[in-house]
């Protein structure tokens, strides 16, 4: 029993890691706030290599040339660089976004995950807060915004994943909730404020 709560555990830290859902959701809004799907799958991938692609290939490298202990950066004093490189690539991200005119919706997401990650960033100087359990809160808010109610079905999602961060003992219970809070309420303000 305990190997099989292992393994799930591993899969959902894996499968709805940070570097995943940033990759994901830009291309879910994309498609569906630009004038035809292609076009917003385009947007999307531009958003998402700055706020994904770019930042998770930097995990690696340090990860490869033993700066980083491992790619989910478990280690808090580790975090400091990686991601300050990551709010770098987002900010040149959404500038880009800005400059070529990209649809609203996209582009509030995208400031949306700036703002939360300099809070997490902030925090993570000084505390340990989940970033799993936040990005996947901000997605379920952001996707409950964009496709209406029904979607809140996705925190059962977010609720997985904060359970697996901590049966991993990779973040205490309060973590996974800071996280979490800081996610929801930063996506929803202010991916609610500018997308309109």
């Not at 799907?37 to 998402?48: D, H, I, N, R, T």
């Not at 990209?102 to 703002?115: D, G, N, Q």
């Amino acid at each position: 029993m305990r190997n099989t709560r292992d393994t799930l555990a591993r899969g959902l830290t894996e499968v709805f890691a940070p570097a995943v859902l940033a990759a994901v959701l830009p291309l879910i809004v994309g498609a569906q706030a630009a004038s035809s799907v292609g076009a917003g799958l385009l947007w999307g991938l531009l958003a998402s290599t700055f706020c994904a692609i770019i930042p998770y290939a930097m995990i690696l490298h340090g990860v490869r040339r033993g700066r980083l202990g491992d790619r989910h950066i478990g280690v808090r004093e580790q975090r400091l660089r990686p991601m300050l490189f990551g709010l770098a690539s987002v900010t040149i991200g959404v500038a880009l976004l800005l400059l070529l005119h990209a649809p609203r919706e996209l582009t509030a997401l995208i400031v949306a995950s700036l703002a939360g990650g300099v809070v997490a960033t902030a925090i993570n100087h000084f505390w340990k807060s989940s970033v799993h359990a936040g990005v996947a809160a901000a997605t379920t808010v952001v996707l409950t915004m964009v496709f209406g109610p029904w979607m809140l079905l996705t925190s059962v999602i977010t609720a997985g994943v904060a359970w697996s961060r901590v049966h991993l003992k990779d973040h205490t219970v309060a973590q996974v909730v800071v996280g979490a809070i800081i996610g929801a309420v930063v996506a929803g303000v202010v991916f609610g404020v500018l997308r309109s």
